[in-house]
């Protein structure tokens, strides 16, 4: 129930600050709010993922252009004296030119291969227009598709020119010639690099790109005119793939200071670490770094590329401080294009934000294109500067005293700042700035278990944290952690991996190119590793090999069918169920792995899971023994056997108490008959012949004696509220033959195959989605039709059929299909419709050419011939008949309801108590075979293959999808009902705040004593006759239950809260209703007299009301034949003992037809040494050894004592702690009539008080063979209840009376109808109920009418 928020702040609800909740309230468990109860079973919808590079480059070759004419400066540029002299760290002054020139190009090569050393590289000193492009040509021509880069050093050439030309030479070296950046970019292509060091560079960029938007447009053009003159030239390269690097803005010049290199733009792109050093040298800052000189620094020894010495420590920490900016300030889609897409572009990008930074600082600004932010004034680079500092600290003692160098704590710092991230952050914050660091240090031995196992929290955080880490590059990292065999890091990378595949299941491919389905294999197969790493392991193997046949070969060449089979018996439960789900994956659609596994007996060793504690281990083996039937291409009497084996084990999960596990039974059915099509379409037939000539009563057209509401005509009644999950009803219509809707098809002689063409199916969740033909107002197999069938398939005594024995598999799988086809649960049946409609639409397209049909009657004919494999029902030659316009429609047969309007919140439903009107018109009956449903367009009905979408592998649950996202959501987050500061745990103790001032004052009002109760505080008049009330135990909610409907009400506020469908079958009606987890979120339980239990959410707020779940509490029900009463009785019992809380769920069927009770004990849920599971599948049945109905139950507190009533006045004890033979203790013969109520007090010492439809009450010891005590009350007693906590009991009466009693028998009030104008008027009592706590009685009547009688009114 959802907290009203005015209520929080009522200050008659307000509790004192000193006032607690009771504690019991926080012992009590919860009852179905397991996740399978509370979210759809379905997938997480899939990110996209944009961290994989669809279009990862390489730069193959660099051209180095150097127009630096040694000794001549250009006319357009005045040094200064002194002046930066200084060309890839050589003075060109220092020898002669051509030596000089020749030595800068070798050593401008020599900087550029430390990044990229495998590119092809030519220079190009001094050039001529016609070498810069010969140059150009060539390169593009070797490196096709790959990237160029383009390096001009201009420093002895003019400035560029604003209309975008750079200089060269003439080949006297007497002239600047001038060289278009347009014809650059026709020699140099796409995709290419360009790195200008000269003055005014920015205006090369503007160039360029005015340029290439000339080209774009001239490209357009060509495209669309291809007789204009541009589209006979060849076609101009595009430039969108090129990239621009410049030393400054169009108006500035280079820096000129003596201390820096004259190519400082080059210096920072290619040796970044020097001239980092030699500018952090040059700042006030290194005066606080004695020592140091400018020489000093040219001596620090190491390598860049060795991590252990100090000069390579530089360039990693260097490596991951821009790598670490450049994350964070650029949009990811920019980073990944500059950072990840090609080495050399993302090594120069790295090194072009210390650019930016050295520069700026002389008021120079480089441009790159595509542009970035500014990232000068970032606060990483102060870690940088604390870094450089630390190393340049311990300089003079290495090169002077050969001290050891102590390595910089910067790593471990950012750790520590990741930690505190992921420690202290709250819930909605921005990524965290050290991600790109924490990559870095995977890199390190001594830093890499602990950088682990934060990846492994940060990654928990949810998919959004994955795809970050991704986006980051963590991939090939942890991919190349695989091949290590450090015992420490299995943990933390199977839990790594499994978050990843948890996100991106495309990672399969990548880990078996590189072998990783070993490491988890050998995890697996691991013993001494923790069950909750070998499920994780489990969970990665089984992505691998999901649709994936290099996989499932790999996997399979692994042994994992025998390491999984071994596991299965494993106590963790998670283990077993993703161990089922993995042998599912890997034999299905894949015969080696499912050979194997008949080799091991796998089908055998899975059948044990099918009795499984838990239902999700039970849907995991299911699916595995699902896929593992019908996947043989070549079928031989063995893989037969095997399939029908393994049909007939799962045939027994049909009252599984999960929905989940029958709904994904069903579509595992739906396998098999897909495989035997022809032997099931036999079955079909003679199922519908029987159907035709076996007379079967309805229930849906007779009166329940057991029914004490009168059939009357119904008041206007208001529409009722739509229902999530269950939205269509099943249509309930008036019985018809089949025979008459296979004559709409004109199976006869004369009526040739026509072209049929179905549409897509309806994807509702209807119980009622059935099939039918396409001009047809009628469907081929309706619910009635299925569920008379199902009547006569436990009737009739069917003879031997056609080709196929009575007791065949296939009649057996048939009669389970039709069993679920009346499953409570809407999705289970809608399954079970499905597949039963195809199968009935395929026998009578089969049995058309053979003339099974003749003047509208069926008759027996040869079966289609089995297939000899698989085969889909559309893969069947010859097409489907369409119906003769001639043909009878049974819309003419079939009464249609009244149409009228509808208000839009409400679904088209208007009961009646007479039980005529369907439940549901969502779908009119105009609607075609193949509709799409309401208000859906019907545009697809004319493509073939409608059918085929019908039934298919397409009748999919989600389930191993939905338990995938376990891992991929976060497991060592704090649960939030536990986390003391969120609202739901604030929300919960206000509810418990507000139980315990029920609890208190109701206390109070029954200690001083109830002399009256007959103060009415509540009447209104009920949409439906009221047949069962149920007080919510702790708010002003109190639910009403008619026939098949529930009503809402807030008794204090006399306000209708809510009013929906119970979704049960016409001719069944609601008998019992209790509150699951009153105490807290409640659910309401529902039984009906057919033996199913429903049990919703979401009631009496303003949400729609929600199945949580729903089952057969009672298996053996069958819709029964007029005169037999039939009743579902629930006793709920919430109790504490040992330690352990326990909720006990007792119900019985009370028909005359069974002389055995059902009484069957489901420990809904149990909460022990810290852990919930919940158990809807134990099942006790206990005889009762009586030829008549029970009628009430009750139990002691420690849930060993069950007392029922029964129908023939008996009142009989059960210890169900003996044997079926041995547990009736004791019977009391006492009554003469019907026990409306038999009740085990539950003190220590409590008696037994029983009440018969005579009136007599009766108080038993159950030591003691005879009553101690025994009370007459009011004739003709209709019902009774016991106040739980005051000694009162109350009596009706069908004379319209009402009367409560105290424990001695005294009456301390009537109510009674009376006459005059002021007189209250009351029905025929048909139900009433005390308030758990309150001294509330509420009463319903027969006259729609319900009341709530008090001892005094509640000051609220």
Known sequence: MKMDSDLLHSPAVGLA??????????????AFMKKRHSEKIEGSKALAQSWRMKDRMKTVSVALVLCLNVGVDPPDVVKTSPCA??????????????????????????????????????????????????????????????????????????????????????????????????DLQTWMGSPSIFVYDCSNAGIIVKSFKQFALQREQELEVAAINPSHPLAQMPLPPSMKNCIQLAACEASELLPMNPDLPADLFTSCLTTPIKIALRWFCMQKSAKLVPGVTLDLIEKIPGRLNDRRTPLGELNWIFTAITDTIAWNVLPRDLFQKLFRQDLLVASLFRNFLLAERIMRSYNCTPVSS????????????????????????????????????????????????????????VENRNPPEQLPIVLQVLLSQVHRLRALDLLGRFLDLGPWAVSLALSVGIFPYVLKL??????????????????????????????VKDNGHKYFLSVLADNYMPAEHRTMAVFILAVIVNNYTTGQEACLQGNLIAN????????????????????????????????????????????????????????????????????????????????????????????????????????????????????????????????????????????????????????????????????????????????????????????????????????????SSTLGSPDNDEYILSFETIDKMRRVSSYSSLNSLIGVSFNSVYTQIWRVLLHLAADPFPEVSDLAMKVLNSIAYKAMMNARPQRILDSGSLTQSAPASPTSKGTHIHQAGGSPPMPSTSSSSLTNDVPKPPTREQPATRPPYTPTLGGQAPHSHQFTRTRKMFDKGPEQAAEDSDEPGGHRNYISPALQTGLCDWSAKYFA?????????????????????????????????????IQRGISRLDDQIFINRNPGVPSVVKFHPFNTCIAVADKDSICFWDWEKGERLDYFYNGNPRYTRITSME??????????????????????????????????????????????????????????????????????????????????????????????????????????????????????????????????????????????????????????????????????????????????????????????????????????????????????????????????????????????????????????????????????????????YMSIYSAEKRLR
């Open 482 to 511: 695989l091949q290590s065999s450090a015992r420490e890091l299995r943990p933390l990378l199977v839990f790594i991996w499994a978050k990843i595949l948890a996100v991106d299941s495309s990672c399969q491919a990548d880990l």
């Open 564 to 767: 999984c089979l071994e596991q299965l018996s494993d106590p963790h439960p998670l283990l077993r169920q993703w161990v089922a789900i993995c042998l599912g994956r890997i034999w299905q659609n894949f015969d080696p792995a499912r050979w194997c596994g008949v080799r091991d007996s796998a089908h055998e060793k899975l059948y044990t899971l099918l009795s499984d504690p838990i239902p999700e281990v039970r849907c995991a083996a299911v699916f595995a023994l699902g896929t593992f039937v019908g996947n043989s291409a070549e079928r031989t009497d063995h893989s037969t056997t095997i399939d029908h084996n393994v049909a007939m084990m799962l045939a027994q999960l049909i009252n599984d108490g999960s929905p989940v596990v029958r709904k994904v039974a069903t579509t595992r059915r739906q396998t098999l008959v897909v495989q035997y099509e022809s032997n099931f379409c036999t079955v079909a037939l003679q199922f519908i012949e029987e159907e035709k000539n076996y007379s079967v009563p309805s229930p849906a057209n007779t009166a329940e004696p057991g029914n004490l509401t009168p059939v009357r005509d119904s008041p206007a009644i208001p529409r009722l509220r739509s229902v999530n999950s269950y939205t269509n009803i099943r249509t309930a219509t008036t019985a018809r033959n089949l025979n008459k809707s296979l004559q709409n098809l004109n199976l006869n002689e004369e009526g040739g195959p026509a072209a049929f063409s179905p549409g897509n199916l309806s994807t509702s969740s209807s119980a």
């Open 85 to 182: 002299r200084l060309e890839c760290w050589i003075d060109p002054l220092s020898m002669s030119p051509q030596k000089a020139l020749e030595t800068i190009g070798a050593n401008l090569q020599k900087q550029y291969e430390n990044w990229q050393p495998r590119a092809r590289y030519k220079q190009s000193l001094d050039p001529t227009v016609d070498e810069v492009k010969k140059l150009c040509t060539s390169l593009r021509r070797n490196a096709k598709e790959e990237r160029v880069l383009f390096h001009y050093n201009g420093h002895g050439v003019p400035r560029p020119t604003v209309n975008g030309e750079i200089w060269v030479f003439n080949k006297n070296y007497t002239q600047y010639i001038p060289l278009s950046i347009y």
């Open 17 to 30: 600050e000193e006032e607690e909740a009771d504690m019991n309230d926080w012992k009590l468990p919860l």
């Open 1075 to 1344: 509150y699951l987890n009153g105490h807290d979120c409640s659910l309401l339980l529902t039984a009906t007299d057919d033996g199913a239990l429903r049990i919703w959410k979401n009631f009496a707020d303003q949400k729609n009301p929600e199945m949580v779940t729903a089952w057969q509490g009672l298996s053996d029900m069958l819709p029964t034949t007029r005169g037999l009463a039939r009743r579902v009785s629930i006793y709920l019992d919430r109790s504490k003992q040992g330690g352990e809380c326990c909720i006990s769920l007792l119900f019985s069927l009370t028909t005359k037809a069974h002389n055995v009770t059902e009484a069957t004990t489901l420990p809904l849920q149990t909460l022990t040494r810290g852990f919930v599971c919940v158990l809807v599948f134990v099942r006790q049945d206990i005889p009762t050894g009586a030829d008549s109905c029970v009628t009430s139950l009750s139990c002691d507190s420690q849930r060993s004592l069950i007392v029922a009533g029964l129908g023939d006045g008996s009142v009989r004890v059960f210890d169900r702690r003996m044997g079926p033979n041995e547990c009736r203790v004791m019977t009391y013969r006492e009554h003469g009539a019907w026990v409306v109520k038999a009740h085990l007090q539950k003190e220590t010492d409590g008696h037994i008080i029983s009440v018969s439809v005579n009136g007599d009450v009766r108080f038993f010891e159950p030591r003691m063979p005879e009553s101690i005590n025994v009370l007459q009350t009011v004739k003709g007693l209709t019902a009774l209840d016991i106040h739980p906590q005051a000694n009162l009991f109350a009596c009706g009466s069908m004379n319209q009376f009402i009367a409560v009693y105290n424990a001695n028998g005294d009456v301390i009030s009537n109510i009674k109808y009376y006459d005059g104008f002021m007189g209250q008027r009351i029905g025929a009592i048909s139900c009433l109920a005390f308030h758990p706590h309150w001294p509330h009685l509420a009463v319903g009547s027969n006259d729609y």
């Open 969 to 1005: 959501q976060p497991v060592m987050k704090i649960p939030e009902e536990h986390d003391l500061e969120s609202q739901v745990r604030l929300e919960r103790q206000w509810r418990f705040l507000r139980n315990a001032r029920v609890r208190r004052q109701s206390r109070s009002i």
């Open 370 to 425: 595509p542009r970035l932010p500014p990232t000068y004034m970032h606060a990483m680079w102060q870690a940088w500067d604390l870094a450089v500092d630390i190393c340049l600290s311990q300089l003079p003692t290495i090169i002077e005293e050969g001290t050891a160098f102590r390595h910089s704590p910067f790593f471990a710092e950012q750790l520590t700042a990741f930690q505190v991230w992921l420690t202290m952050g």
